[in-house]
């Protein structure tokens, strides 16, 4: 589990699907068990208040955004109000659950490393976009290879960074530069080699 504070009233919380088993819960809890999902978002925020100095009363807004094969980023903002009591914490829980694989990139020179890699065994779809000055590339479930889906994961894990946000909000907000078959695009761009590589021991 990883906690940010991200604004005076906001903090962000990763957790993966392991942590969530250490809690004795599943990602299908989120949508089946309120009460238990309730209780884990005030262990949270207990956990934020002791190492991020949050400290948590009235009303919070709680965004989940569930990633594939990798588990959750949460948001936790909390919003004033002088009529609340101390002692009472509310919920609002909205939860997103993304079938797509959407991340950010800080240097345009990690994208064009991952590229060449996803070249090589024969990825070759995605969007790319841009927003304030970072890099997006967003990869539909339909995306297929030898080495698995986690596998896949795993590897752009190297590279950049799972985004909470919908690829829809960067597109409002940001660029569309490629949006269909990004890979295939800038391979051809930067003349990366187009050679496969036959089966997963190669890789």
Known sequence: MRLERIAANKIKVFLTFDDLKERGLTKDDLWMDRPRVHQLFRDLVMEADASLGFKADGTLSVEVFALPAQG???????????????????????????????????????ILQLVALLTRIGV??????SMDGQYYLCFPMSTRHFLGYDRLVALISEFGEACPYSPAVVKEHGSLLIEKEAVAVLARAFAFGTGSVENEADF
Do not use: A, P, W
């Open 124 to 129: 070759k779809n995605g969007s790319l976009m």
């Open 72 to 110: 959750m980023v949460i948001h936790i903002s909390k919003t004033e109000n002088e009529h609340e009591e101390d002692d009472m914490i509310e919920m609002d829980i909205t939860i997103d659950e993304r079938q797509d694989l959407f991340y950010k990139f800080h240097d345009f020179e990690d």
